[in-house]
């Protein structure tokens, strides 16, 4: 039996790579045969797993999970201080980043004199 090398390169979608072309943005993925393409995504998950399911378990049953887990992501996006954002919420970060945002692309209104 002959097994075919897996070739990772292929499995980003062209139309994917050509809309961020479009856009002028850069893929949040990494390259052939790093590890870094699902680093952001592995990081919450061992988040998830250490400060809800390892803490909280063990688990009646599934539904228990997933209504927990609804607790937490309600928190860990809304609630939750983030140093990286000068420790307030993410949720409240947002609202004051387009608040700026709005008061900087506002037209001043002409003033009738």
């Known amino acids: 039996m002959l097994l075919r090398l897996l070739e990772f390169g292929q499995y980003t979608s062209v139309t994917y790579t050509d809309r ?8 949040s993925i990494g390259s ?10 592995e990081t919450v998950n061992g988040l ?20 927990a887990t609804l607790t937490y992501i309600d928190w860990f996006n ?15 970060f947002e609202t004051l980043y387009y608040a700026q945002t709005r008061n900087r692309n506002q037209v001043p ?5």
């Open 20 to 27: 961020l072309g479009d856009i002028h943005a850069l893929p």
């Open 32 to 41: 052939i045969g790093d590890s870094y393409d699902n680093a952001m995504a």
């Open 48 to 67: 998830y797993k250490t400060e809800l399911i390892r803490r909280q378990g063990p688990w009646r049953n599934a539904e228990h999970v997933e209504l």
């Open 78 to 92: 809304q609630r939750r201080l983030h140093s990286e954002l000068g420790d307030i919420p993410p949720a409240e």
């Open 109 to 113: 209104t002409p003033n009738p004199t």
